[in-house]
């Protein structure tokens, strides 16, 4: 299968969980501007699960408060009191209400913390549509890997939630264990998400053509990241050598592709499949 190219990339692997919660954490704790510490190793913060495009802005207050203000940087609370017992049902599986939930506070959450400096407020029913859309892409895709045999051992889950930290910036796969408990995430839930995660992404690299990145593309992206930075009025001195950022840029491009080809089989697979969406 030939991976298609987007402007805007839907996170649907089965990390959305993980990611979002580890992303709030880091926002919470006043994540650092370095470009060589984003936790997508892409030199950006990562991007908003809902539609692969959002920002962190570091230190952001709602406009009204002073710097440093702790209550400018409180997580706001979203309003889940209209979102059904059943969410979604996948060729009979119930996505439940509580399964919505703690994807959904963590991206909206995320979500209104990098939106505090315009002042503005997340749209909640566009993403709650967009969460309610990505769970089913993820079950789907789980199911899909299920049905090919796919699971995860132990040291998979292990491996995993090593690579998680390493793309998040902590160290270690017991540190993201730590860090997502603070969220409210059982240890069991971390692992299980994990397995999930390493059965789709093994998947997804089964059924699409995942091409390793050229070090021309490589490069294309390093200096497009250096020209953002003088854009955005930083020195191009504080963006690593293209050496250093080299293996994080190959996995960003690889997430890339992993993302684009999630999609496209989630589609076929929703294709083939009954899907009931309640939200």
Not at 149 to 162: F, P, Q
Not at 176 to 192: C, K, M, N, P
Not at 203 to 213: K, L, R, S, V
Not at 264 to 275: C, H, M, P, Q, T
């Given at each position: 299968?030939?991976?298609?190219?987007?402007?805007?990339?839907?996170?649907?692997?089965?990390?959305?969980?993980?990611?979002?919660?580890?992303?709030?954490?880091?926002?919470?704790?006043?994540?650092?501007?370095?470009?060589?510490?984003?936790?997508?190793?892409?030199?950006?913060?990562?991007?908003?699960?809902?539609?692969?495009?959002?920002?962190?802005?570091?230190?952001?207050?709602?406009?009204?408060?002073?710097?440093?203000?702790?209550?400018?940087?409180?997580?706001?609370?979203?309003?889940?009191?209209?979102?059904?017992?059943?969410?979604?049902?996948?060729?009979?599986?119930?996505?439940?209400?509580?399964?919505?939930?703690?994807?959904?506070?963590?991206?909206?959450?995320?979500?209104?913390?990098?939106q505090q400096a315009g002042?503005?407020?997340?749209?909640?029913?566009?993403?709650?549509?967009?969460?309610?859309?990505?769970?089913?892409?993820?079950?789907?895709?789980?199911?899909?890997?299920?049905?090919?045999?796919?699971?995860?051992?132990?040291?998979?889950?292990?491996?995993?939630?090593?690579?998680?930290?390493?793309?998040?910036?902590?160290?270690?796969?017991?540190?993201?264990?730590?860090?997502?408990?603070?969220?409210?995430?059982?240890?069991?839930q971390v692992r299980q998400?994990?397995?999930?995660?390493?059965?789709?992404?093994?998947?997804?690299?089964?059924?699409?053509?995942?091409?390793?990145?050229?070090?021309?593309?490589?490069?294309?992206?390093?200096?497009?990241?250096?020209?953002?930075?003088?854009?955005?009025?930083?020195?191009?001195?504080?963006?690593?050598?293209?050496?250093?950022?080299?293996?994080?840029?190959?996995?960003?491009?690889?997430?890339?592709?992993?993302?684009?080809?999630?999609?496209?089989?989630?589609?076929?697979?929703?294709?083939?499949?009954?899907?009931?969406?309640?939200?």
């Amino acid at each position: 299968m030939k991976v298609r190219s987007t402007s805007a990339l839907r996170r649907t692997l089965a990390a959305l969980t993980l990611t979002a919660a580890l992303g709030l954490t880091a926002a919470c704790s006043g994540g650092q501007d370095d470009p060589s510490q984003a936790s997508d190793g892409g030199g950006q913060a990562a991007p908003a699960a809902s539609d692969g495009g959002g920002q962190a802005a570091p230190g952001a207050s709602d406009g009204g408060g002073a710097a440093g203000d702790p209550q400018a940087q409180q997580p706001q609370e979203a309003d889940v009191s209209d979102v059904p017992e059943v969410v979604a049902t996948v060729n009979g599986t119930e996505i439940t209400k509580d399964d919505f939930v703690q994807t959904y506070q963590s991206q909206y959450q995320q979500m209104a913390m990098q939106q505090q400096a315009g002042g503005q407020a997340p749209d909640e029913e566009q993403l709650k549509t967009q969460v309610a859309e990505q769970l089913v892409d993820n079950e789907l895709l789980r199911q899909g890997a299920e049905d090919a045999g796919i699971k995860a051992s132990d040291k998979d889950i292990d491996t995993t939630l090593d690579e998680i930290a390493k793309q998040s910036g902590l160290g270690s796969g017991d540190e993201v264990v730590s860090a997502l408990e603070q969220q409210g995430i059982s240890a069991e839930q971390v692992r299980q998400d994990a397995a999930s995660q390493f059965a789709i992404t093994t998947y997804i690299e089964q059924e699409a053509d995942i091409a390793e990145p050229s070090d021309e593309e490589l490069k294309a992206q390093y200096d497009a990241m250096v020209e953002q930075q003088s854009a955005a009025g930083g020195s191009a001195e504080e963006v690593p050598s293209f050496e250093e950022m080299k293996d994080q840029l190959a996995q960003q491009a690889t997430m890339q592709q992993q993302n684009e080809a999630a999609t496209e089989i989630a589609g076929k697979l929703r294709e083939s499949g009954d899907v009931t969406i309640n939200v």
